[in-house]
């Protein structure tokens, strides 16, 4: 197998020996014995030799990190439990006493990383396996990766490094509280009406369905590529998304902490108002893409979506001081939109007017 490597050498183990080699030459010299030549020779043929053997196994040895999951599933709660299985393959016969995999995990959404070490026995021609269970407290997306490995030949003196690609992630979610309270400002169900714009892309509307024209129908709603296939005038059925959808923002804040109180407090509140058949249409700033992005969620399934695709990005892209002015130039037709944001120690639904 064609992998790169590189060797490092261990000083300590060198020295030691290169002292142990020339005490046995001395000695050979002086008393002239059978034991030290057979020593002196077999130091002599044993240090290249398993170096040749830590060379070779180490293009034969490949490794995996997976999470215990069941298939398809790539979610768990926040606070609950999950097993990260190692698994070390080695398909030539040859062995070593030790392996180490230096390996990272790390939380790309708020873009912490802890490095850790793993040490195993490789055996010939076999698997080796490590499970470890973690308990993951913090939200995010929790990734276990290794990008290169390291065998350590029988004498210590050589470590043979080889990359590789292992790596396992998975998405830690809310716990609803559905004691969490959603109920939305009167005042805001006045206030969601999307005013008319003749603006190119500020028609706040989705198509439902396509129809024959009829006087009244507006010259917008034509759907001319089809009138001229049908050789009549085809009407595009708008539904207003302010009427169906409830606009939210997610105003997430810079800081570790306070992100996570209001991701963890806002998807209470999100899942109650799912409960109350309340579609929620979320939108969240990504800086990566300058622009805002939706997420129709009208089922618990659909809110777990849209965090998902939130932390694949880290928290930094989705904050700035600057959103509500962007908010009014993304959709000046919105004329108001809940927003969920931190006041002090609690996370409250606010209604904020966009204009």
């Known amino acids: 197998m064609n992998r790169k490597k590189r060797v490092c050498l261990s000083p300590l183990h060198l020295t030691l020996f290169l002292i142990v080699y020339l005490v046995d030459i001395l000695l050979l010299l002086a008393l002239r014995g059978y034991f030290f030549l057979v020593l002196a020779v077999l130091l002599t043929v044993f240090m290249p030799l398993s170096f040749c053997v830590s060379w070779r196994l180490a293009g034969y040895v490949t ?30 016969w040859l062995c070593a006493l030790s392996g180490t995999w230096p390996f990272l995990a790390g939380n790309s959404f708020y873009q912490t990383v802890n490095q850790q070490k793993l040490v195993l026995s490789i055996p010939p021609h076999g698997k080796k396996q490590f499970q470890m269970t973690v308990t993951v407290t913090n939200l995010g997306r929790i990734y276990f990766a290794c990008q290169t490995f390291f065998i ?37 169900l006045s206030m969601t009406g999307l005013s008319e714009s003749p603006r190119k892309g500020s028609d706040y509307t989705e198509v439902s ?19 001229a296939r049908q050789n009549e005038l085809m009407v595009k059925e708008r539904t207003s998304l302010s009427d169906s959808e409830q606009i939210l923002l997610l105003l997430l804040p810079p800081e570790k902490e306070k992100a996570e109180k209001l991701l963890r407090e806002g998807y209470s509140k999100i899942v109650s108002m799912l409960q109350h058949r ?56 919105l004329e108001a939109y809940l927003c969920l944001t931190q006041k002090q120690d609690t996370v409250e639904l606010e209604i904020c007017t966009n204009g």
């Not at 606070?79 to 030539?92: A, D, R, Y």
């Not at 369905?209 to 009138?227: E, M, T």
Request: a neutral charge; hydrophobic letters at 35%.
């Open 63 to 92: 490794g995996s990190i997976a999470c215990a999951l069941p298939p398809e599933q790539r979610t768990i709660r926040q606070n609950e439990q999950v097993t990260v299985l190692f698994t070390i393959t080695n398909k030539s």
């Open 152 to 188: 350590t030949d029988l004498l210590g003196i050589f470590k043979i490094h080889t990359d590789c690609a292992m790596e396992c992630s998975f998405y830690v979610l809310p716990k609803a509280n559905t004691a969490a309270n959603t109920r939305l400002p009167e005042t805001y």
């Open 209 to 227: 369905d396509v129809r024959a024209y009829r006087p009244g129908d507006r010259p917008r709603d034509i759907h001319w590529k089809l009138s």
């Open 278 to 333: 309340t579609a929620v249409r979320l939108l969240v700033w990504d800086d990566t893409a300058f622009t805002f992005k939706a997420h129709s969620c009208t089922s618990t399934d659909e809110l777990d979506a849209a965090y998902c695709e939130i932390f694949q990005a880290a928290l930094c892209t989705h904050n700035s001081g600057l959103i509500q002015q962007y908010m009014k130039n993304c959709f000046p037709q």
